[in-house]
């Protein structure tokens, strides 16, 4: 299995500029999580989709911010404006369906750097 | 609600020093355990888990316990190597919070030779 893929995985834009960060979850998993790290703050969950229906967003910072899972092999973390702040490595991390012993499985991360 | 709790780091160790990071846990029920560890410039990997109360989970040298009466699961590795520094998670995941992970703050470990 090639686990979760993330692409780009170094991404340098300017303030203003739109961003889009892409996941690819591992096959047959049904959940998918979007997390943001820095320093300051550590992990952070941003928005989490259960078969492909978004569940929870509370953690998504601002209007600036939206996810979209458009079918169960692929989402997209969409940043517009983009903003200094939002520097930060995201992380896309999948896991298979029901039983809470199931672990989250991540992918090497997008390290987004906005100037 | 439910959070997990980890000591604070940074932690420094000195090849094959003892090294024990402590983690308690808050849940409404019963949930499943986890230590992740992410090693500089990856991704978090799952380094072992224990789903119910005195299950130990281990893997390459580590150990965690399950403690239902202490609501912890500490972190221990009796002889620590340069290759495991890291920053080590720890997390839980409970069945009727669905599949949200709860993630402590993480532990950075500086292991010096």
């Known amino acids: 299995d090639a686990g979760v893929i993330q692409s780009p995985r170094h991404e340098v834009t300017e303030m203003g500029q739109e961003v889009t960060l892409r996941c690819k979850p591992i096959?047959?998993?049904?959940?998918l999580f979007w997390y943001r790290q820095t320093m300051m703050r550590g992990l952070e969950l941003l928005i989490y989709f259960n078969n492909n229906v978004p569940i929870d967003d509370s953690g998504m910072p601002e209007d600036r911010f939206s996810a979209k899972m458009p079918n169960a092999s692929f989402s997209t973390l969409k940043i517009q404006p983009s903003e200094p702040r939002d520097s930060a490595v995201y992380f896309c991390a999948s896991r298979g369906e029901g039983l809470s012993s199931y672990e989250q499985y991540f992918g090497p991360g997008t390290r987004l750097t906005v100037t | 609600g439910d959070s997990v709790t980890q000591m604070e780091g940074p932690v420094t160790l000195s090849e094959e020093a003892f090294l024990t990071i402590n983690c308690t846990y808050t849940?409404?029920?019963?949930?499943?355990l986890f230590w992740y560890v992410q090693y500089p410039g990856e991704g978090l990997q799952l380094l072992l888990k224990?789903?119910?109360?005195?299950d130990k989970g281990s893997n390459k040298g580590f150990e965690a316990t399950y403690r239902k009466e202490t609501t912890s699961f500490h972190l221990e590795k009796g002889s620590v190597q340069v290759s495991d520094s890291a920053v080590y998670f720890c997390?839980?995941?409970?069945?009727?919070?669905?599949?949200?992970?709860?993630f402590g703050t993480g532990t950075s470990l500086t292991v010096i030779p």
């Open positions: 849940a409404t029920g019963y949930p499943s």
């Open positions: 997390a839980l995941s409970e069945w009727d919070t669905g599949n949200q992970f709860y």
């Open positions: 096959s047959g998993h049904n959940s």
């Open positions: 224990a789903t119910k109360a005195d």
